[in-house]
């Protein structure tokens, strides 16, 4: 499990403008009416050197953007094309979000600040550039549980209410409006690079690859192999980030191509949902109809994303050099996902054809019986029944292929800490996700989404505990 992250001076370091003239547009944040702060991130405001700022300060550099010290001067709207359920679309980019900040951590890691719903930019097309408070407050809760459970993810920063009156038509209008802040390594997606590939640009497409390779990735950004380097970068850590929605059992719901990063950090959440049961047809988004973006289907939607990055790397390389590493997705993943399975069971490895095997009882069993995934996973951590688990819920024959195999298999540790003695698991499901926001829309009370966050981060301790 990833660890909490560690405190850190204030680091500016704008790297992104060496290549601001073709990648990004300087624009100016919206003036909003009303500043409240709902959410801020007591965590990884440590780890950039940021903790010291007073609420009146927060409010100025995340509610009204004033710049923070030696960093960027004026926000800057990010420039991209993209696949929409794999149509192609020229006509986007930052349109209601910005770069607002660059920052390193105390591991010299490059992190952006990023924003949703700070206004209108040049990308807006018809869009008001707004978010509404529930969608704010749905990715604040997305985002906590995601780290919990160890998917690499951006991080919600902070979240103000902003006192507008939006109308939706999705949902019931007028709604409460918001600004979100999020925390990243990095906002270049492959339409940023769909996008130079459209317009014919080798040069940029040059030097956008070697932004990726030394900002991103650690790695020398020249030479003729460098567009090879960069794809292969992205097919292990997309493969990996595929594997570890599955293990969540998280479903994103926009696997878009101008959604997908190439540090494979997941990141925009909109209609995001967690599936209760191993169900591969499940969907997160409602106009989602052909269910391109379902629970079982989102490795090869990633897969396909990263397909695009190839085609738009041709423009600098030949083909023939990127299809090797495309076609290693396939197997990478498998390799991840049975990982991504035994890393939340918190059992050690045995050997690769052995993990395999227990992978696939893993889905099987879930797959065919009514035991949620949070239930499985909290009642066999560390591969062994939890003596509160009912017995007779795993007696069934379904699960008999797993209980043997799982008998091979030691515990990474065993874990003292008091969340695995609770009656129930913490999970995120959308009746859970409704009950928050209702309290918050109807009484203005955010008591239970704060207890939420708490529960969710001993469930993260909990997971990290070494016994």
């Known amino acids: 499990m990833p660890a909490i992250p560690q405190p850190s001076e204030y680091h500016p370091d704008l790297a992104i403008l060496a290549i601001a003239d073709f990648l990004?547009?300087?624009?100016?944040?919206?003036?909003?009416?009303?500043?409240?702060?709902?959410?801020?991130?007591?965590?990884?405001?440590?780890?950039?050197?940021?903790?010291?700022?007073?609420?009146?300060?927060?409010?100025?550099?995340?509610?009204?953007?004033?710049?923070?010290?030696?960093?960027?001067?004026?926000?800057?709207?990010?420039?991209?094309?993209?696949?929409?359920?794999?149509?192609y679309n020229p006509d986007i980019g930052d349109g209601r979000g910005f770069l607002f900040a660059q920052i390193r951590d105390n591991a010299s890691r490059l992190l952006d600040l990023g924003t949703k719903g700070s206004g209108q930019t040049p990308y807006s097309r018809f869009g008001d550039g707004r978010l509404t408070l529930k969608g704010g407050m749905r990715e604040v809760l997305a985002t906590e549980m995601l780290e919990a459970l160890g998917v690499e993810t951006s991080k919600s920063f902070s979240l103000i209410e902003t006192g507008e009156a939006l109308d939706r038509n999705d949902e019931p209008s007028p709604t409460r409006s918001a600004v979100l802040v999020r925390l990243s390594h990095g906002h270049i997606r492959i339409g940023s690079f769909q996008r130079l590939a459209a317009l014919g640009d080798a040069d940029s497409m040059k030097?956008?690859?070697?932004?990726?390779?030394?900002?991103?990735?650690?790695?020398?950004?020249?030479?003729e192999d460098a567009p090879v380097r960069l794809l292969r970068n992205v097919v292990k850590r997309t493969s990996r980030l595929a594997a570890s929605y599955m293990a969540a059992g998280f479903v994103h719901g926009v696997l878009n191509s101008d959604n997908i990063a190439i540090t494979a950090e997941s990141f925009d959440y909109g209609p995001w949902r967690f599936t209760p049961l191993?169900?591969?047809?499940?969907?997160?988004?409602?106009?989602?109809?052909?269910?391109?973006?379902?629970?079982?289907?989102?490795?090869?939607?990633?897969?396909?994303?990263?397909?695009?990055?190839?085609?738009?790397?041709?423009?600098?390389?030949?083909?023939?050099?990127?299809?090797?590493?495309?076609?290693?997705?396939?197997?990478?993943?498998?390799?991840?996902?049975?990982?991504?399975?035994?890393?939340?069971?918190?059992?050690?490895?045995?050997?690769?054809?052995?993990?395999?095997e227990l992978g696939e009882a893993i889905m099987q069993a879930l797959g065919e019986s009514e035991v949620t995934i949070d239930r499985f996973f909290f009642d066999w951590r560390g591969g062994r029944l939890r003596a509160a688990a009912t017995e007779s819920t795993y007696s069934a024959p379904v699960f008999d292929r797993f209980r043997k195999?799982?008998?091979?298999?030691?515990?990474?540790?065993?874990?003292?800490?008091?969340?695995?003695?609770?009656?129930?698991?913490?999970?995120?499901?959308?009746?859970?996700?409704?009950?928050?926001?209702?309290?918050?829309?109807?009484?203005?009370?955010?008591?239970?989404?704060?207890?939420?966050?708490?529960?969710?981060?001993?469930?993260?301790?909990?997971?990290?505990?070494?016994?």
């Not at 709902?38 to 004033?66: K, P």
């Not at 396939?330 to 054809?353: K, M, N, Q, S, W």
């Not at 996700?433 to 969710?456: G, P």
């Open 24 to 87: 990004a547009d300087p624009v100016r944040p919206a003036d909003f009416p009303q500043h409240i702060l709902r959410f801020r991130n007591d965590r990884w405001d440590n780890a950039v050197g940021l903790a010291d700022l007073s609420s009146e300060q927060w409010l100025a550099h995340f509610g009204r953007f004033e710049p923070l010290p030696a960093n960027l001067p004026q926000p800057l709207a990010l420039r991209y094309h993209g696949h929409q359920f794999r149509v």
């Open 207 to 223: 030097r956008l690859i070697a932004y990726g390779l030394e900002q991103l990735h650690g790695e020398p950004g020249d030479g």
């Open 278 to 356: 191993w169900d591969p047809a499940f969907t997160a988004a409602y106009f989602d109809h052909q269910g391109l973006y379902a629970f079982g289907r989102q490795p090869q939607a990633i897969h396909w994303d990263v397909v695009q990055l190839a085609v738009a790397l041709r423009l600098v390389i030949d083909a023939e050099a990127l299809v090797p590493e495309l076609e290693s997705f396939p197997a990478i993943f498998a390799t991840d996902l049975h990982a991504a399975l035994l890393g939340r069971l918190a059992v050690r490895p045995c050997d690769e054809a052995r993990d395999r």
């Open 405 to 467: 195999i799982i008998r091979d298999y030691e515990p990474v540790t065993i874990s003292k800490h008091d969340y695995w003695k609770m009656d129930e698991p913490c999970s995120m499901h959308i009746a859970e996700v409704e009950a928050i926001w209702a309290q918050i829309d109807e009484n203005d009370d955010w008591s239970a989404f704060n207890d939420k966050i708490a529960a969710i981060r001993r469930m993260g301790e909990a997971m990290r505990d070494a016994g």
